[in-house]
């Protein structure tokens, strides 16, 4: 599907979810973004040598007008956060103030199962998690261990009189294992399917599924892509692809 066609269907999906809930007359608006994660460059740039702390709020400077117009505002986080040393590519670990500007400039919730889940071992998962948390910012997608993971899947959320089931998978971890007892949700039809049937037995308006996918730099869906999409959304009540492809800034849908 090119970019067009899934602006359509984000249309589709706020028509739908106005329905609904029409009896509250009212709507949800909804942003996608991502993939925020911060290189070499971006550490340095972020750094005051004076005050020796990372401030990444100039990187967000044009977009908050922007995210405070979306009722939720969903972002790819692809590094893992907290854990020292810092770095870069290959094997990403950003400072707290990352995640602490983006919620500032208006992001609600993370998708954290993506290709760089397992950069820092089981230390960045569980510490990701760990500053999440602190910053009380919603997120979904890797886990403690299964029991987090069995009492928060799916992540339901609430506003206008909608609720939403989201839920968030990666097609893998750079060839890293995910170190038990955490868990990283990796692409797997049975499972998939599993979410979604529980998502449907807790009646949300609409089942979101952000799916981490695709090969860099290319804009259209495989056949791969394109049936796994077509077998969620025969499954789900209401559901919307967000394909967050692993490149820096693009949003492509599957």
């Known amino acids: 599907m090119d970019i067009r066609k899934f602006y359509y269907l984000l249309v589709a999906v706020f028509v739908g979810l106005s329905v609904n809930a029409q009896q509250n007359s009212d709507t949800l608006r909804l942003m996608f973004v ?43 986080l692809e590094t893992t956060v907290g854990t020292k040393p810092y770095s870069g590519y290959p094997q990403f670990s950003a400072p707290i103030a990352l995640v602490r500007a983006g919620k500032n400039a208006g992001i609600t919730h993370f998708a954290t199962a993506n290709n ?4 820092k071992r089981k230390r960045g998962i569980i510490g990701t ?14 886990y403690r261990n299964l029991q987090e993971k069995q009492n928060n899947t799916p992540l339901l959320i609430q506003k206008n009189g909608f609720t939403l089931a989201l839920l968030n998978y990666t097609y ?33 308006d609409g089942i979101i599924v952000f799916l981490h996918w695709g090969n860099q730099y290319q804009n259209k869906a495989s056949k791969q892509q394109k049936d796994l999409a ?3 959304t025969n499954k789900a009540l209401l559901w919307l692809l967000v394909r967050i492809r692993t490149s820096y800034n693009r949003l492509v849908s599957g």
């Open 116 to 119: 760089h889940s397992c950069d």
């Open 230 to 232: 077509n077998g969620c």
């Open 129 to 142: 998690l760990n500053v999440l948390d602190s910053l009380q910012v919603a997120h979904f997608g890797t």
């Open 172 to 204: 893998g971890t750079n060839g890293l294992p995910t170190p038990k007892p955490t868990v990283v949700n990796r692409i797997d039809k049975r499972l998939i399917k599993k979410d979604i049937e529980k998502a449907k037995t807790m009646h949300p």
């Open 34 to 76: 991502g993939d925020i994660m911060s290189h070499k460059p971006q550490l340095a740039s972020a750094y005051d040598a004076v005050t020796k702390q990372y401030d990444y709020t100039e990187n967000y400077k044009y977009l908050t007008p922007i995210f405070h117009k979306a009722d939720f505002v969903f972002a790819n």
